[in-house]
Structures are given as structure tokens and as C-alpha cells.
């Protein structure tokens, strides 16, 4: 069966990596041209749909990049190695993306680094499943954004990290995250609209975690901070769990969820919390 051009370009490129210097050539000469024959291969493979031979093509082409010490073509090509891996093998796109950061931050181009830092934060999410390390990702991001003065962007990393760390039950990390999400917004005309939810998040994340005082001490905090909040439908249902939580009122419970939920539906993330604090209702909670 005859070699596809991709094939053979990839055998070019090899034969050029492992070749030994001329009298008229450089080492670097060798791997700059090492590097194209590998890039040229990478796009072959790509157009063949060959994604994991395109990956590894890529990741040869950085190695010849570092080689001739161009660290901005590294990056790029490590970058360019993690999209071709991350259709079937998101674990090898992560290493390509962990590399890609390695040489973006030398740069000093943190936020590009924070978005390839976004990215590992997705795959972990969405791919491998793996909440706390995503949680993580989504945290690091957010630091590096708002180094380069994107709040915005910073707060709303911020956001996801929150919920996947009450999806794992490190409520009180969610707890702190939605704390800066909250005062972020809070600054702000466009966004303090969507503090009310936050709120509402964090409240319940206390409850999750059987601190009852703790929600009703924050509720008295968040009106403090914003004096429209004791009138919204956010406030009004917390302040009903809190006390169905004291009182053990498992049938009150449900049925304030369910007056909630007939005008505000409650998205998976809240009914999935809302589980769990019914699930400690008959247990003994904190309520000083």
C-alpha cells in the first residue's frame, strides 16, 4: 500500500531531525528546517483526519522549535499538538497545553497562558470528568487573568471553579469563590443584577455544609452590601430553607423549593444541592 503524502513528509522530517551538520549548515539551520518538514506533516495528517499522528507530528515540530531556541513558534506548535490530540486523547492535549504555558509564561504572555490554562480547565470538565482538578484550572486561570486586567473574564473562571467545587462538596472554597464573584459584580451597574444568585449560592453551599448560623449570618451580611437584596426572591427562599433546616421540616423544605421553582427554575446545579441539605435535615445542624 502506497505512503500517503503525509507519510512521507513525516519521513522527510525525521530523516532531516536525525541528520548530522554540513560543512554550510547549522545545527539550527537543521531543526528550523526539521521544524517545517514537521508542521507540513502535521497539516498533512490533519487533512487525512489522522488527529493523534497530527499531534505527534506537531510535538516533534516544538521539539525542533526548542532546539533552535524559537520559543514563540514552540508555543505555537505545542498549542496547535494539544487541538489535534484533544478530540481522542484529551490527556495528551493537556500535557501539549501544560507545555504551551510552560514557554507562554517564560514570555511573559500570561494571558494567552491564562486561556490555554482555560482550556485544560474544559477538558478536565468536560472530557475526563474530573471536577476538582478542573475546579483547579478554572482557579489558576482566574489569577492570571485578573493579573492582566481581565475582571471580567477572571470573575467569570471564578464562577465555574465555585460550582464545580460544591459539586465536590469543598463548599467552603465555593463559598469563598462566590465571595469574589459576588464583590466583583457588586462594582459594577451591568453585572451587580447577578449577585442575588451568587448569594443564593453560597447560602446554600453553607447549608450543604450543615452551617446554618453561617447562612443566616451571611444573609444579614449580604443585605448590608446591598440593601435591594432583602426584597428579592433569592433572599425570601433562603431565609426559608434556613429556617425549614432549623426546624427540621422536611415537608416545608420541599415545598419551599417548589414555590421557588414554579417562578425561578432551578437549575441542576441548585436541585442537586438542594438534594443533599434535604438529605441532612435529620441530622443534627449548626444553628449558632
Not at 507519510?7 to 528546517?33: H, I, P, Q, R, V
Not at 497562558?113 to 478554572?138: C, F, G, N, P, T
Not at 448569594?199 to 451571611?218: E, F, H
Not at 433546616?245 to 415545598?255: I, L, M, Q
Request: aromatic share 10%; net charge negative; glycine share 4%.
Amino acid at each position: 500500500m502506497p505512503k500517503s503524502p503525509a507519510e512521507l513528509l513525516l519521513e522527510k522530517a525525521d530523516k532531516k531531525a536525525s541528520s548530522s551538520t554540513g560543512w554550510f549548515s547549522s545545527s539550527s539551520t537543521k531543526w528550523e528546517d526539521a521544524g517545517d518538514l514537521y508542521q507540513q506533516a502535521a497539516n498533512s495528517f490533519r487533512v487525512e483526519k489522522q488527529f493523534k499522528a497530527a499531534g505527534d507530528a506537531f510535538s516533534r515540530e516544538a521539539e525542533c522549535r526548542e532546539n533552535s531556541k524559537e520559543n514563540n513558534d514552540a508555543a505555537n506548535a505545542w498549542w496547535n499538538a494539544a487541538k489535534a490530540y484533544k478530540k481522542d486523547d484529551p490527556l495528551t492535549a493537556i500535557q501539549a497545553l501544560g507545555c504551551t504555558i510552560s514557554h507562554l509564561t517564560k514570555l511573559g504572555r500570561f494571558r494567552q497562558a491564562a486561556d490555554r490554562e482555560k482550556d485544560i480547565a474544559v477538558i478536565y470538565e468536560q472530557q475526563l470528568h474530573d471536577i476538582a482538578k478542573a475546579a483547579e484550572s478554572y482557579t489558576r486561570a482566574a489569577e492570571w487573568y485578573e493579573q492582566e486586567e481581565a475582571a471580567a473574564t477572571a470573575s467569570a473562571c471564578r464562577k465555574s471553579a465555585a460550582d464545580l467545587c460544591a459539586q465536590v462538596e469543598d463548599y467552603r472554597g465555593a463559598i469563598q469563590l462566590y465571595d469574589m464573584v459576588a464583590n466583583y459584580a457588586l462594582k459594577s451597574n451591568l453585572t451587580k443584577y447577578s449577585v442575588k444568585d451568587y448569594w443564593l449560592r453560597s447560602g446554600l453551599c453553607a447549608l450543604a455544609m450543615r452551617d446554618v448560623g453561617k447562612a443566616q449570618r451571611d444573609i444579614e451580611v449580604f443585605k448590608s452590601k446591598d440593601i435591594t437584596f432583602s426584597s428579592t426572591r433569592e433572599c425570601k427562599f433562603l431565609e426559608d430553607i434556613c429556617a425549614c433546616v432549623t426546624e427540621g421540616d422536611e415537608n416545608a423544605f420541599t415545598a419551599a423549593a417548589f414555590e421557588y421553582d414554579q417562578v425561578t427554575k432551578l437549575d441542576e446545579w441548585k436541585a442537586s444541592i438542594l438534594m443533599k441539605i434535604k438529605r441532612t435535615l435529620k441530622d443534627e445542624v449548626d444553628i449558632l
